[in-house]
């Protein structure tokens, strides 16, 4: 099979589903992962007209990350898709994203054998293995067939008489497509299905007319057929996107009666049902809330503190909120002020306004809770330092507080900076 990567999608729930999906320009990752037959990929050698590629350009700019994965393969089964997922379709789910899965076979399957009711038993096993992979977002497209007329012959769109129906192919596929169409989506393992008989442009069914460019069923081999599809899957994500138009992780974290050895925690829940919330402090669980507040003991004095919220839902998924950097009173020395930064695309400056007569200490860190430290100085004597020697395209964390030589200093000022990309 071929494999395409490009650079992370996002998505929305069903009934299915137990919490809700952000929609596009939202903070977060996303995979989409699409799998099929010669339908998604097409047989032709102008690769980049089949509406995979087209699907992934339209979101590429959506999302903070868009990861894109394509198995269509011409020829393939559904049985072999099956056979094949575990190691191909599910190891690219990432359960800190967003995972998209757009699938259809039914031509090749139903040319072999079976009846409609086999194939939409084969189609359940393979939507619920993903599901249960961790597929968030699952979209089933079925093909169009050939429609009997009232003489009970099967006739194209266009007139065009096919006088028999090889291998009962136009009635299994017709009683699977009835099958998916008749059965209540919230108890089926995908969350939307595309039936292309309902699509405008192939009028409720298809030819089986070819000639040497293209078949007329407007889905097979085509641009105008694959631009069909293209604009369908890409409107049903958009719905889906919008049903959710918010982050579900907390959010405006802030703090009250900060004391020496406590302080107050509060924020702002997400627009849905959330079971529980956990509070973490420098990264480790200390606590959980059934409410949007909680008490925090047990502090030092003058030490500072990194603390991060996370939503847990009913299907157990638990997203977190940025993070809040706060310090305990204790300290006698003022906290430099007005930080910002200059960047390149390997270098950070920082630059902050000195107290008068006092020297500071900084940490320059890949992460918010400092424990990859790529940069430091301590008792320096300045207000701006260039760091060298970065990576492009890449969040750095910066700390810095006074000192007065005499193992006193203040609390910290933190801020945060992202490269410039190559």
Do not use: C
């Not at 072999?112 to 089933?140: K, P, V, W």
Request: aromatic share 10%; net charge negative; glycine share 8%.
């Amino acid at each position: 099979m071929s494999l395409f990567y490009f650079a992370k999608l996002a998505a929305s729930s069903s009934a299915y589903n137990s919490e809700p999906i952000p929609a596009p320009n939202q903070v977060g990752d996303a995979v989409l992962t699409i799998d099929g037959n010669s339908l998604t990929e097409g047989t032709g050698t102008n690769i980049v007209q089949y509406y995979p590629r087209k699907v992934k350009d339209h979101f590429a700019k959506s999302f903070n990350s868009l990861s894109f994965a394509s198995f269509g393969v011409g020829g393939q089964t559904l049985d072999q898709m099956i056979a094949d997922a575990a190691t191909q379709i599910d190891p690219l789910v990432d359960v800190s994203k967003l995972n998209i899965l757009v699938f259809w076979e039914t031509v090749n399957q139903m040319y072999s054998s079976g009846t409609g009711a086999d194939h939409f038993t084969r189609t359940q096993n393979y939507a619920q293995g993903r599901r249960d992979a961790g597929y968030d977002l699952i979209i089933l497209i079925t093909p169009p067939y050939l429609k009997k007329d009232a003489d009970g012959v099967f006739r194209g769109i266009s007139g065009v008489i096919t006088p028999n129906d090889p291998g009962g192919y136009h009635d299994r596929l017709t009683d699977f497509v009835n099958l998916v169409e008749g059965a209540d989506i919230n108890t089926m393992p995908w969350d939307i299905h595309i039936n292309l008989m309902d699509a405008p442009h192939i009028g409720g069914g298809r030819d089986e007319v070819k000639d040497n460019n293209y078949f007329v069923d407007s889905t097979h081999k085509t641009d105008a057929g694959y631009t069909v599809v293209q604009h369908l899957v890409i409107r049903k994500i958009k719905e889906l996107l919008n049903i959710a138009p918010t982050q579900y992780a907390p959010s405006n974290l802030a703090t009250s009666n900060v004391l020496a050895n406590s302080l107050d925690l509060s924020w702002t829940a997400p627009a849905y049902p959330v079971s529980e919330y956990r509070i973490y402090k420098n990264a480790n669980l200390i606590a959980t809330s059934n409410t949007t507040s909680k008490n925090i003991t047990n502090l030092v004095e003058g030490q500072p503190y990194v603390l991060t919220v996370g939503a847990v839902y009913a299907n157990g998924n638990e997203h977190k909120s940025d993070v809040l950097f706060v310090r305990t009173p204790g300290s006698s020395l003022v906290t430099p002020v007005n930080l910002r930064f200059d960047v390149t695309t390997t270098s950070v400056r920082p630059y902050w306004e000195r107290p008068t007569g006092v020297n500071v200490d900084f940490d320059l860190a890949t992460d918010p809770y400092f424990t990859n430290i790529v940069g430091t100085s301590q008792n320096f004597n300045g207000s701006n330092i260039t760091i060298a020697g970065k990576d492009p395209d890449t969040l750095y964390y910066f700390r810095v507080k006074s000192v007065d030589g005499a193992n006193t200093d203040s609390d910290y000022l933190i801020g945060y900076t992202r490269t410039l990309a190559a």
